[in-house]
Structures are given as C-alpha cells and as structure tokens.
C-alpha cells in the first residue's frame, strides 16, 4: 500500500471503528431488551437518532487527527529516518561532512524516534571511526600497487604510439590520449562525437576491426606462445569505415600465474596503432615516380644512343641531322623533367618527416645557444625568454635553420655573439636571433631565405623558407638603429591552440583522464538477456536534454544534449557528448533563465539531423539513464520519423528509483535526491551537469535497491513502473 493511502486510512479508520462500536454496544444492549422495552427504546431513541450523527461526526474528526497524528509520528517519522539513514549508508561520506545527508528526526517525532536518531547518529560516527581506520589500513597495504598502476597510467599517458588494451572479448580496458586523438581522426563526425563513438571504456574495438582479422591474429599469437616464442606478437594492416589505413601490432595480454606454469592461456590482448595512409600514399607516389624514372629513362637512354650513334655517320644530311639533335633534345628535356619532379617530392617528403611536437620554448632556447656553440665559432646566450610559453616545433629543422642563418652571419659578417629572444605574440609566439653589427640588404636575406641549409659542411634540401612553411610562420629581418641591432624574426605557433575545453569545465576529478580499468580483465561477455542481467554488470549512458520549452508535442525541439558513462560501475566523466544544437524555431523567454542557452549559442549549431546519429553511436550497446527520462525520451521519440534514429534501448529514470527507494520523502528533484545522498552539484540546468549528477545518483541508488531485493535490470524495471510517478507522460 502506498504511502498516502496508508496515511488515508489511518485518519478515517477511527471513525469507521466508532460507528462499528456502536453498531456492536446497541445491538448488545437491545438483545438484553424485553420486547415491551425493545419497542419502548425504539420510540424513545427514534426522534433523537439526528443527534448522534453531528456526535459521530465530531468524534470521528478529533478521533482522525489524532489518527493521522499517531500514524506521522510513530510510522511516517521512523521511516523517514530509515530512508535517511540509508541514504547515508550509500552516500558513503562521513556524518560530519558538508555533503552528509541530514540524519534528524522530523519535526513532531516521538521521543523514542528522537532517541533512535541519536542512536544512529552515534553508530553511524563509530562507523565513519572504523571506516577511516580501515581505509587507512587498505590505503597503507595498497600503496605499492596503486604506485605500479600510476606509474603505467602515466607511461601510457605520455606514450607517442596509440597503444589500446583489450579482454578476449574485445571490450577496451585501457587505452592513452594518442589512441583516442587517433580514434578521433577515424571517427565519421569527429566534431560531435570526438570518437566517443569508437573509443571507451568497455566499447567493442570490432566498431573499429573486423571481429574475423582480430581473431586470425590472436591464433597467431597464441600458436606462437604454445611454441614457447618468448615475446610474440602479430600484425596486420586494415582499412577502415573512413578510408584511413591503420598498421596494427598485437602482444598477448597472459593470464596471472600463466607465463610462469609455461601455459598459453590468454586474458587479453595489446593493439599498437599506426595510421600509415599518408606513408602508403607517399610510399606509392614515390614508387610510381621511381618507376616512371626507370621505365622512362631506359626508352629515353635507348632513343639518345640510338640518335647518337646515327649522328656518327658521315652521310647524315642535314634535315636528318637536325631531326636527331631534335629527338636528343627532347628526350635529356623529359628526363630533367622526371629527375625535377622526384627530386621536388623527395623534398616535400624530408620538409613533413620530422612531425610537429610541443616543447616548452624555454628549452629549445637554451638548446639551439648549446648547439650553435658547439658547432660554430660563436658565442650564444638567452636574453628575454618567456619561460610559460609552449612552442608547436619541428625541433630538428628549425634548430638546422638558426645554424644555417648564424652560420652565415659568422661566414659573411664576422658575427661572434648572437642573442636569443622569446616573447608572446598575440596568438603566437615570435623567436628573435639578435647581434650587433651592420645592417643587410633584402636582397641578401631573400638568397639566404631561398638557398638549401647547410649545416657542417653539408647542404640539406630543406630551406629556410621551406622550415618556415612547415610552420605555418613568418620570417623577416629588421634593424633597431637606437640600439644599433639587428635581428631575424621567426612567428612560430603555440601548443595547445584551439584545444576544445567545454566538457573539462563542467567536469570534476583528477588532472589525468581516467582512461584505464583494471578490473575489465575480470568481465566477460554475457550470453543472459539484458534483463536478468544485474545491474552492477551493465553500461550505462546518462543522458539530459535542454529544449526551448516544455511542450514536445506542441513543437519544442532540443537545443543541447549531454552525455556521459558509467562502465563498471564507475563514471567514467572524460567520455562525455555536449552537443548544441539548431533547433530551428525560437527558444522561449522562460525557458532560457534556466539553461542559460541564447539564441544566438545555436545559430549555425548542427541540427538534430545531424546529432542524434552520432548520439545514437555514443550510446551504442548501453542503458540509457536519465531523470525524468519521460520527458527527454518523447523528444527523442517525436523525431524518429524524420531521422530514421530509433533509441530501443532499455531505460531507467532516476526519478521512479528516487519513488522506489524514498517513498516517503517529500520531493523527487534532482536537487534534493543529490541533498539526501550527499551528490554535489555543479553546472546544474546545463545538459552534461545534469547528466554528471544524475549518473551520481544513480550510482548511489545502485545498492540501495539491492536492498530492497532489486538487482537486475528487468526488475528494476519492472519495479519502477509501479510507482505514482510512471503514470506521468508528455
């Protein structure tokens, strides 16, 4: 029975139980009548029935508050402070924290409610005693572990190769930031999904490969092991959905105790990646033109041999001759022009070998003054250097142009010192090779520009301007008469320009993205229905819409969508989707206090012709989670027929938990389930604030059902539905 009828019966049972009572006293009492007296009581209590009706009416009133009193005082307050007590159980924070759950009696409690609030308090404080001592006695064994994974996560990290780790059932387990750029540059719609399509804790890696090229070479490496091969590994090279062409190296993953007992048994494997399809053009334009070089000069060589050998004969005349000079003439012109063009790729090849790579600029500073020094006869020192700035560099070229240009300032002007600036330049970074000494012409610094770097004695096929390029920078000489110096500028790029920081904003947790799970070694694929599947299992996708009003079947469309992961059984809060987006219609003036989206925010924002596919992908193979998902689903529903995107996933709304666990508690708002489990929130009434919360929430109900016998997803489902709250639809 629900809690309001409940309180319903407790205020008009007292009236029902007068009217019995008295039906029994008079029925009693007239059974001890005579029939003289039956008849006589009859006609003495007949006229005066009226009176008793107003008497019931008075008793049952007072009778049913008091009732109704009794039941809020001795069944609604012991409840209440159960429901609380629990929250605090799965908040998991100490009594005396900021974000604890208030653990009070409500107003009106009995004293023996108020008592055992007392009692609670002090067990729960016994208990954050025993908790904290514990958690330093696990913090204190662990220490050493944690240390070797935070070591790994940090070699990770910072690894230049995309590197992906998965179990044998495909599942990534962990992976760095090079594979998700890499992932993102594979992704169909980079700038909405960022490649959180392809790549996430516990997402396939057959999105990516296909299931058939993984397993031959898992067989192949396991083979290898069986015959006691030390270090085996496999390779492959695949295209993908995009068109790019990946080169892949598998290492075995062995099971614990595995490689000691010399057994071959497997949980999980190591993806190297390489994304070779700019080599493999390159590789085959260079073929091609190496081909034509051969193929060409060999008929280019047989037709000059044949002419020069006719030329010898004396009684050539001079029309056949002429032909012939013409004939040597066009063939040495189609081999300069073959000999040009390969020489012209080779050195666009050499000007994009070394990639750009972000270094502090104080460092290369001091590197290029060590290496100047070192190879010329010229003393280098750092002068004003801005020792915050991160340079986007080609390390190794640009260092070859500044001892190219010093070298010529030695060789041709008697330089011996040279100064070495480091400033901001708006949104760029300018490098200044300052000396003293005489002035030159722009004529002398475009043949500097132009002609091939020499370094050592030895010319490159670099120039300077071809270094320059590279960087998308500037390069020009000016003169400082008040000072009577001199100095080459170079505008080189920043690092980190244009890095897309939204998500990062709204999101709390450590500097480095968690982008590992040990405990995925553990998983395995489920054969069970998502159904009988327990909840502590499953992935989830949480979700939030904001829209321009509340009406989805009157035309209100969805200007942002916000999304986060829960994989098992953690949130997962850098694998996020924040979208705005067009909706093509005016957003209400009520509405936009409240999100805070203008709409001017999404003018020229993809439509949601355009996001909902990438969403769908996002949540690919997940349980949607949202609060008060109802409404957020109908917008999703009402434009099925317009993009073809159906979301037949299951759902779990937050706010039917919240009916299931707390039914006695007043309000279901995100605001106040996050107050009683003690869930901060933060970027509340943005689409990812709200999915962040409410993915905490949810984490939080997670035990708490179970407590209540609710562990699978179709029971938890199944349970929901019968709640007040499931009746509500837009």
């Not at 429901?83 to 924290?97: K, T």
């Not at 804790?201 to 015959?227: C, P, W």
């Not at 008060?628 to 039917?656: C, H, S, W, Y």
């Amino acid at each position: 029975m629900s809690p309001e009828r409940r309180e319903l019966v407790a205020t008009l049972a007292p009236g029902l139980v007068l009217v019995l009572l008295g039906i029994i006293v008079v029925g009693l009492f007239v059974a001890t009548l005579e029939e003289a007296e039956r008849a006589a009581f009859v006609a003495m209590s007949a006229p005066r029935a009226a009176l008793l009706l107003p008497l019931w009416l008075v008793l049952a009133g007072a009778f049913g508050a008091l009732g109704r009193i009794a039941y809020r005082r001795w069944e609604v307050a012991p409840e209440r402070l159960a429901e609380r007590a629990g929250a605090l159980l799965a908040a998991g924070v100490p009594l005396e924290a900021d974000a604890a759950p208030a653990l009070e009696a409500t107003p009106g409690a009995g004293a023996g409610t108020r008592a055992l609030a007392q009692v609670i308090q002090a067990l729960a404080r016994q208990r954050d005693a025993l908790r904290a001592d514990m958690r330093e006695r696990v913090q204190e064994a662990s220490r050493e572990i944690e240390q070797e994974r935070s070591r790994l996560a940090a070699l990770m990290a910072e690894l230049s190769q995309s590197v992906v780790v998965c179990n044998l059932d495909g599942r990534i387990l962990l992976y760095n930031n090079r594979a998700r750029l890499q992932f993102r540059a594979l992704s169909s719609a980079p700038q909405l999904a960022d490649g959180g399509e392809l790549i996430g804790l516990g997402r396939s890696i057959y999105a990516v490969f296909d299931r058939q090229l993984v397993a031959h070479a898992l067989e192949r490496v396991q083979q290898r092991l069986q015959r006691g091969v030390a270090n085996p590994s496999a390779q492959f090279v695949t295209g993908t959905r995009t068109g790019q062409l990946l080169r892949v190296q598998m290492a075995p993953v062995r099971a614990v105790g595995a490689e000691a007992a010399g057994d071959a048994a497997l949980n999980g494997f190591v993806l190297m990646l390489d994304n070779i399809t700019r080599d493999f053009a390159d590789e085959s334009r260079r073929d091609l033109l190496l081909h034509g070089l051969t193929e060409g000069s060999r008929a280019s060589l047989g037709n000059l041999l044949a002419a020069v050998e006719m030329l010898d004969y004396p009684d050539v005349d001079v029309s056949t001759r002429e032909r012939f000079h013409r004939v040597i003439r066009d063939e040495v012109k189609a081999m300069s022009e073959r000999i040009r063009e390969l020489s012209s790729h080779a050195t666009e090849t050499l000007k994009t070998r070394w990639p750009l790579e972000d270094m502090l600029g104080a460092d290369f500073v001091f590197a290029a003054a060590r290496r100047i020094e070192a190879l010329l006869e010229c003393r280098a020192a750092a002068g004003d250097v801005d020792g915050e700035l991160w340079l986007r560099l080609d390390s190794y070229s640009l260092l070859q142009a500044l001892v190219h240009l010093v070298g010529r300032l030695v060789d041709d002007h008697g330089v011996r010192l040279i100064t070495l600036r480091l400033a901001r330049a708006g949104a760029r970074a300018q490098l200044d090779l300052v000396w003293s000494g005489p002035a030159m012409s722009t004529e002398t610094v475009v043949g500097w520009e132009t002609e091939p770097i020499t370094v050592g004695g030895e010319a490159l096929a670099l120039t300077l301007r071809d270094v320059v390029e590279r960087h998308d920078g500037a390069f020009w000489f000016e003169r400082e008469r008040v000072r009577h110096e001199s100095f080459f500028r170079f505008l080189l790029p920043l690092a980190g320009a244009g890095e897309h920081l939204e998500a990062a904003q709204v999101v709390r947790g450590a500097s480095r993205p968690e982008y590992y799970d040990f405990d995925l070694f553990r998983t395995s694929e489920q054969t069970r229905e998502l159904a009988d599947r327990l909840l502590t299992e499953l992935s989830y996708t949480v979700f939030d819409c904001e829209t321009t009003g509340l009406d989805p079947s009157a035309g209100d469309e969805i200007i942002q969508i916000g999304a986060t992961r829960i994989v098992n059984g953690k949130l997962r809060r850098h694998e996020c989707f924040e979208q705005l987006v067009d909706p093509r219609r005016p957003i209400s003036e009520a509405s936009m206090p409240i999100h805070g989206i203008r709409p001017e925010m999404v003018a020229g924002q993809p439509t949601i012709e355009t996001v909902l596919p990438a969403f769908q992908a996002f949540a690919h193979e997940t349980v949607l989670v949202g609060h008060n998902a109802a409404f957020d689903m109908r917008f999703l529903q009402l434009k099925e027929a317009a993009t073809g995107i159906v979301f037949d996933q299951p759902v779990l709304d937050t706010l039917l938990l919240s009916a299931l666990v707390h039914p006695q508690q007043e309000s279901h708002r995100l605001e106040a389930i996050a107050e009683r489990l003690g869930v901060p929130v933060l970027g509340r009434h943005s689409a990812l604030g709200d999915a962040m919360v409410t993915a905490e929430v949810f984490l939080k109900f997670v035990p708490l059902l179970a407590e209540l016998g609710i562990r699978t997803l179709g029971q938890a489902r199944e349970a929901a539905q019968k709640t007040y709250y499931a009746r509500v639809t837009y």
